[in-house]
C-alpha cells in the first residue's frame, strides 16, 4: 500500500541534490545583489552612459538658461550667480538614481562635474572665452587668470578659479566618494547648494541686522543658510530613501540638523570669507557629518 521504504543511500543522493539547487540558489542571489542595477539596460555600461547624456544635458540645460539670463541682464548679477550655485547641484544630484550601483556608477556620474572643473580650469587661464559663462559665475565678468600685456582685476581671475572650481570640486568628490548611499554626500552638498546659496539671497535683502563677529554676515542670513541646508537634507533623504540608497530615522534627521547649523557658523566667521565659502562649507559638513550621522 505504502511502497518500499528509501534506503539511506536514497537519503544521501535527495540531500546532496538538494544542496546543490540550493547552492546554485544562492550564487544566483548573489550574482543578484553584487551586479550593478541598472536603469536603463541590462548592461550596466550601456545604461551608465545613457544615465551621463541625460545628467549631463540636464547640468549643461540648467547653466545656459542661467547665462541667457545673465546675457540679457534679467536678474541682477549676483543673484543670477547665486542661482547658479543652488539650483545646478541640486539638480545633478538628483540624477542619482539613473546610474548604476557600486563603484562604477560612482565613478561615472562624478565625470559629468568634473568635465565643469576642466572647462573652469580653461576659462580662468584664458584658453577658452565665454563671456555668458563668466558673466553667471563671476561677480566681475572678467576671463582671464593671468593679466598678460593688460591691465585685468586680478582678484576676479582669482574668484572665477578659485570658487566654481571648489563648488564643482565638492560635487565631484561627494559622488566618487560617498555617493548616493552615504548622508554625507547629502549633507554636503545640500549646504553647499541650498544653505550657502540662500543665506546670500536672504543675507542681501533682509539682513539689516549683522553679526557681532562678522559685519559682512548678517543674523537673517545664517539662519537661512541653517534652514535652506537642513530642509535640503531631509528632502534628499527622504528622495534617497524612497531608492531604498539610505535609511532615514530621528537619528538621521537631527545628524543633518546638527550639520547645517555647523556649517552656518563655519560660513559666518571672517576666516571663512577669507578662504571661500565653497570650500570651507563642505568641509566643516564632511567633519561633522562624520561624527553625527
Not at 132 to 137: D, E, G, I, N, Q
Request: glycine share 8%.
Amino acid at each position: 500500500m505504502y511502497g518500499p521504504l528509501p534506503s539511506s543511500s536514497d537519503f544521501l543522493h535527495r540531500y546532496k541534490f538538494g544542496q546543490q539547487l540550493e547552492g546554485k540558489h544562492r550564487r544566483k542571489l548573489r550574482r543578484k545583489f553584487t551586479s550593478p542595477v541598472a536603469m536603463f539596460s541590462e548592461n550596466p555600461v550601456v545604461s551608465d552612459v545613457i544615465a551621463t547624456a541625460l545628467s549631463g544635458g540636464i547640468a549643461l540645460s540648467l547653466l545656459r538658461l542661467w547665462e541667457e539670463t545673465a546675457k540679457r541682464g534679467l536678474f541682477d548679477q549676483k543673484l543670477n550667480r547665486k542661482l547658479v550655485h543652488v539650483s545646478v547641484g541640486l539638480a545633478f544630484m538628483l540624477c542619482w538614481p539613473m546610474f548604476s550601483s557600486g563603484r562604477q556608477g560612482a565613478v561615472i556620474a562624478a565625470l559629468v562635474p568634473a568635465v565643469n572643473i576642466i572647462k573652469m580650469l580653461l576659462l580662468g587661464l584664458g584658453i577658452w572665452k565665454d563671456d555668458a559663462t563668466v558673466k553667471s559665475m563671476s561677480r566681475f565678468g572678467d576671463h582671464r587668470l593671468v593679466p598678460v600685456l593688460e591691465k585685468i582685476d586680478l582678484h576676479s581671475f582669482m574668484e572665477l578659479l578659485k570658487g566654481p572650481l571648489y563648488y564643482a570640486s565638492t560635487i565631484t568628490l561627494a559622488g566618487a566618494i560617498y555617493w548616493r548611499t552615504s548622508p554625507i554626500a547629502i549633507a554636503a552638498i545640500c549646504n553647499l547648494c541650498a544653505g550657502d546659496g540662500i543665506a546670500d539671497i536672504v543675507g542681501r535683502r533682509f539682513g539689516k541686522h549683522k553679526l557681532p563677529y562678522n559685519r559682512n554676515k548678517s543674523i537673517v542670513g545664517s539662519i537661512a543658510m541653517a534652514t535652506a541646508g537642513f530642509l535640503a537634507s531631509i528632502g534628499y533623504m527622504h528622495y534617497f530613501s524612497s531608492f531604498g540608497y539610505v535609511q532615514e530615522s530621528p537619528e538621521m534627521v537631527l545628524g543633518f540638523f546638527m550639520v547645517s547649523v555647523a556649517a552656518a557658523l563655519v560660513e559666518s566667521h571672517p576666516l571663512s570669507t577669507g578662504i571661500d565659502d565653497n570650500l570651507t562649507v563642505p568641509l566643516a559638513s564632511v567633519l561633522v557629518g562624520s561624527f553625527v550621522l
